[in-house]
């Protein structure tokens, strides 16, 4: 287990470097940048060399890499670049409620997904084919549909036309209530696709335990049809469910940047944009930095999971 932590380290810091350094350079690929971006056409050329001086542009591109790297090994998010506001701030606020979106998103996914693939492979397994091939046609098509367009579908339909939801408004914390209907569309859109994708995986891993010598055992056994096929064979197809569940959380922060942007939630993803937008290189450098820690951290929890669900799983 130490010696597999220790891989696992070390193959993150290689992958945040990695990121880091290829984030760094391709940002300053894109032409423009954060003086530029403020000056529009109305500032002259000195006025806005000025300007690229006053935020540290002008410094020599390895200066400037090596400078971020210092900030990221000490800790330092440093400020932006548009606006002087400290990073970590920014992040504080923004965190909270991309966070909230994606658990909840994860929660409701589990809830719906793992019943019903469960269920299609029992379907299948009995031979009743035409509803199991409707439950899994319909999660393939609904796979298909992307996230921006099944968000302002939604969008349209809930908050434009029925008036269930809000379509924009203030998102705090402090009116849980407010806050939970303000963001169950974008939960409701980033949910449709995960559902889809582990239903498909859930009904594969179910399908093939129902096959197993020890489910016809317990089948002899008298046991119940429903404490065979969710104590038995859900249980022990739920290694890859488990992974699907960690990949998705990953999947869910590129959704998020999308739907939060639709629909105007002050999360991490709208943030990230805003920084994109400006050419901000250090709130954007430290969010996609952010996302790739997050990223590695997930998959080694995943990981560690395995082996708390089967202790035969080796490391």
């Given at each position: 287990?130490?010696?597999?932590?220790?891989?696992?380290?070390?193959?993150?810091?290689?992958?945040?470097?990695?990121?880091?350094?290829?984030?760094?350079?391709?940002?300053?690929?894109?032409?423009?940048?954060?003086?530029?971006?403020?000056?529009?056409?109305?500032?002259?050329?000195?006025?806005?060399?000025?300007?690229?001086?006053?935020?540290?542009?002008?410094?020599?591109?390895?200066?400037?890499?090596?400078?971020?790297?210092?900030?990221?090994?000490?800790?330092?998010?440093?400020?932006?670049?548009?606006?002087?506001?400290?990073?970590?701030?920014?992040?504080?606020?923004?965190?909270?409620?991309?966070?909230?979106?994606?658990?909840?998103?994860?929660?409701?996914?589990?809830?719906?997904?793992?019943?019903?693939?469960?269920?299609?492979?029992?379907?299948?397994?009995?031979?009743?084919?035409?509803?199991?091939?409707?439950?899994?046609?319909?999660?393939?098509?609904?796979?298909?549909?992307?996230?921006?367009?099944?968000?302002?579908?939604?969008?349209?339909?809930?908050?434009?036309?029925?008036?269930?939801?809000?379509?924009?408004?203030?998102?705090?914390?402090?009116?849980?209530?407010?806050?939970?209907?303000?963001?169950?569309?974008?939960?409701?859109?980033?949910?449709?696709?995960?559902?889809?994708?582990?239903?498909?995986?859930?009904?594969?891993?179910?399908?093939?335990?129902?096959?197993?010598?020890y489910v016809r055992t317990a089948r002899a056994m008298g046991w119940s049809e429903f404490r065979v096929l969710f104590r038995h064979a859900l249980k022990n197809a739920a290694l890859p469910i488990v992974t699907v569940i960690g990949l998705s959380f990953g999947n869910l922060l590129n959704g998020t940047v999308i739907v939060e942007f639709i629909f105007t939630i002050p999360g991490i993803?709208?943030?990230?944009?805003?920084?994109?937008?400006?050419?901000?290189?250090?709130?954007?450098?430290?969010?996609?930095?952010?996302?790739?820690?997050?990223?590695?951290?997930?998959?080694?929890?995943?990981?560690?999971?395995?082996?708390?669900?089967?202790?035969?799983?080796?490391?």
């Amino acid at each position: 287990m130490l010696d597999y932590s220790l891989k696992k380290f070390a193959q993150l810091f290689v992958t945040v470097f990695g990121v880091v350094t290829l984030v760094f350079f391709t940002l300053r690929l894109i032409p423009g940048d954060a003086a530029s971006a403020m000056a529009g056409d109305t500032m002259s050329g000195e006025a806005l060399e000025l300007l690229r001086e006053q935020m540290g542009l002008n410094e020599p591109l390895g200066r400037q890499y090596l400078d971020y790297l210092h900030s990221l090994v000490t800790l330092d998010l440093g400020q932006t670049i548009t606006t002087r506001i400290p990073v970590a701030e920014l992040m504080a606020k923004a965190l909270p409620v991309t966070l909230t979106i994606a658990l909840l998103t994860i929660l409701l996914t589990v809830v719906i997904a793992i019943p019903l693939g469960t269920v299609a492979a029992y379907m299948a397994h009995k031979g009743r084919s035409r509803l199991d091939n409707l439950l899994t046609g319909f999660a393939m098509i609904v796979d298909l549909m992307p996230s921006f367009w099944t968000a302002l579908v939604f969008l349209l339909l809930f908050s434009l036309t029925l008036g269930w939801f809000p379509a924009s408004g203030a998102v705090t914390l402090d009116d849980p209530a407010a806050f939970l209907a303000r963001i169950a569309l974008p939960v409701l859109v980033l949910s449709v696709t995960q559902v889809a994708t582990m239903a498909r995986i859930t009904r594969t891993a179910v399908l093939e335990i129902l096959s197993e010598d020890y489910v016809r055992t317990a089948r002899a056994m008298g046991w119940s049809e429903f404490r065979v096929l969710f104590r038995h064979a859900l249980k022990n197809a739920a290694l890859p469910i488990v992974t699907v569940i960690g990949l998705s959380f990953g999947n869910l922060l590129n959704g998020t940047v999308i739907v939060e942007f639709i629909f105007t939630i002050p999360g991490i993803g709208n943030l990230l944009i805003t920084g994109i937008n400006s050419r901000d290189y250090q709130l954007v450098q430290t969010l996609i930095v952010f996302y790739a820690l997050l990223f590695v951290t997930i998959n080694f929890a995943t990981d560690l999971v395995y082996r708390a669900l089967d202790p035969r799983v080796s490391f």
